[in-house]
């Protein structure tokens, strides 16, 4: 069992900027992904980034350029910095991860993320 723990999330103004914090606990797979997904109402859950065990990453085309994702494996812990962030950024961040093995997801409980024009 892994439990997800997020944070970091918040208010900014457009153009600003945010850091979010996901910390793994429990037990942890040799080859997995770590990610993040958004929600906002009316609207399918939509992946923002991820990175795999390897260190290979992938972005929405949203958030390429602005959003950076990373990981400390040390601290079982992935981020994701957010930049120049945009009032369409505003939604539900929810860290995920994944065992490639299973197909199992394990999910943060979701931190608001509200960019104000």
């Known amino acids: 069992q892994v439990q997800l723990v997020e944070s970091g999330g918040g208010l900014v103004q457009a153009g600003g900027s945010l850091r979010l914090s996901c910390a793994a606990s429990?037990?942890?797979?040799?080859?997995?992904?770590m990610g993040w997904y958004r929600q906002t109402p009316g609207k399918q859950q939509e992946l923002v980034a991820v990175?795999?065990?390897?260190?290979?990453?992938n972005y929405a085309d949203s958030v390429k350029g602005r959003f950076t994702i990373s990981r400390d494996n040390v601290k079982n812990t992935w981020y994701l910095q957010m930049n120049s962030l945009k009032p369409e950024d505003t939604a539900i961040y929810y860290c995920?991860?994944?065992?490639?093995?299973?197909?199992?997801?394990?999910w943060g409980q979701g931190t608001q993320v509200t960019v104000s024009s």
């Open positions: 995920n991860y994944n065992n490639i093995q299973t197909g199992y997801n394990y």
């Open positions: 429990g037990r942890m797979f040799s080859i997995a992904t």
């Open positions: 990175i795999t065990s390897a260190g290979r990453t």
